[in-house]
């Protein structure tokens, strides 16, 4: 059974960086879209990006579109979310997780309610 599990959160300046990274185990997520959503203090949990199981598809929302960047190394079980020029309004839990609906791999919605299997949050906070 797919289980996730995100890692990679902290601290950071506004203009820094942070590299998020989720890994599987129990299964290879080779075959899944995989995203990476945040939800703040008194807001509903949005999508940040998404990666179709390939790799070759990427979303993205629009207030993080230029400055992070998903990726994934599906021979490490591991997909990777890297967040440069860090703002404070990106301060959040973050969670990974998998679409195991789709059996093709594709990204239908990088919304919350088309994934299946969640890692556990990993904090985000940028202050100075």
């Known amino acids: 059974q797919l289980q996730l599990v995100g890692s990679g959160g902290g601290l950071v300046q506004p203009g820094g960086s942070l590299r998020l990274s989720c890994a599987a185990s129990g299964a290879t997520m080779d075959s899944y879209a995989i995203g990476w959503f945040r939800q703040a203090p008194g807001k509903e949990r949005e999508g940040v990006s998404c990666i179709s199981s390939s790799g070759r598809s990427t979303t993205y929302v629009d207030s993080v579109r230029g400055r992070f960047t998903i990726s994934r190394d599906n021979a490490k079980n591991t997909v990777y979310l890297q967040m440069n020029s860090l703002k404070p309004e990106d301060a959040a839990v973050y969670y990974c997780?998998?679409?195991?609906?789709?059996?093709?791999?594709?990204?239908?919605?990088?919304?919350?309610?088309?994934?299946?299997?969640w890692g556990q949050g990993t904090q985000v906070t940028v202050s100075s």
């Open positions: 997780a998998a679409d195991i609906q789709e059996p093709l791999g594709f990204i239908k919605l990088c919304v919350p309610r088309s994934y299946d299997v």
